[in-house]
């Protein structure tokens, strides 16, 4: 598949339930991301989705994502926009990585426990204040919210692992809160009615490989450059 049934969606939307559905199931085995322009038609990003509903007891209730992108040989001619091909070398590399699975290279495989892909989206939710600037009241004397201020994050599962003693869902998500948004915004609360449970495959971010910016030097040489050739060409024109 393209890479959009790994995020599309928000939380509860059809393509996060599903992913939810496969997830909680435990279903999902691993995820290869292929190299682009391996088809005819389309140059874009795909991936293979494993699925296994008999998996090995050392895979349950994890998924392995493994990034080959890079793992590709050039092609003497282009058919369409299919200029690239998987090698026998480079397929050998990618089982390996798979049949490792713990062990496999870590610029290459990651093995992740299901819940760390899954997450809360909470409403964040600011009082509408008066021209005197004080909170405005309902007639229950709860304080108004005020819709052009509402807010929304995202709560990831795992941030229970970073919060002591926090177990459940309301739990995580109040330390979340009270860590996260209350410095920032002190009057503000979180309206728990609307509160919605989401999952997504961050792929790209699992491999994440910093690059450093090019020294200015260089960019101020290469632009120099051209500044250089621009004013050559102009001189040609006006000549």
């Known amino acids: 598949m393209n890479g959009s049934p790994l995020f599309n969606g928000a939380a509860e939307s059809g393509t996060s339930n599903i992913r939810r559905w496969l997830l909680e199931n435990d279903l999902v085995e691993a995820i290869v991301a292929l190299p682009t322009n391996m088809f005819f038609n389309t140059g874009i990003a795909t991936y293979i989705w494993i699925l296994d509903n008999t998996k090995h007891p050392d895979r349950q209730g994890k998924v392995q994502l493994i990034d080959g992108t890079s793992f590709w040989t050039k092609m003497r001619k282009n058919l369409g926009s299919k200029g690239r091909e998987i090698s026998d070398v480079n397929r050998a590399k990618v089982v390996q990585l798979y049949a490792d699975f713990e062990d496999a290279d870590p610029d290459f495989s990651k093995v992740l426990r299901n819940d760390e892909f899954g997450y809360w989206t909470i409403t964040v939710e600011r009082p509408l204040l008066d021209e005197d600037g004080n909170p405005v009241f309902d007639r229950k004397g709860n304080k108004k919210p005020d819709a052009k201020k509402r807010d929304t994050e995202s709560v990831p599962f795992t941030y229970a692992s970073s919060t002591a003693g926090a177990a459940g869902e309301r739990e995580v998500i109040q330390a979340y809160f009270d860590a996260e948004v209350k410095p920032h915004v002190p009057d503000a609360w979180i309206d728990w009615a609307k509160t919605k449970t989401g999952y997504e495959i961050p792929f790209t971010r699992h491999f994440y490989k910093y690059v450093p910016p090019r020294p200015l030097g260089d960019i101020?040489?290469?632009?120099?450059?051209?500044?250089?050739?621009?004013?050559?060409?102009?001189?040609?024109?006006?000549?």
């Open 220 to 239: 101020d040489a290469d632009l120099e450059k051209q500044v250089t050739k621009i004013l050559d060409l102009l001189r040609e024109v006006e000549g």
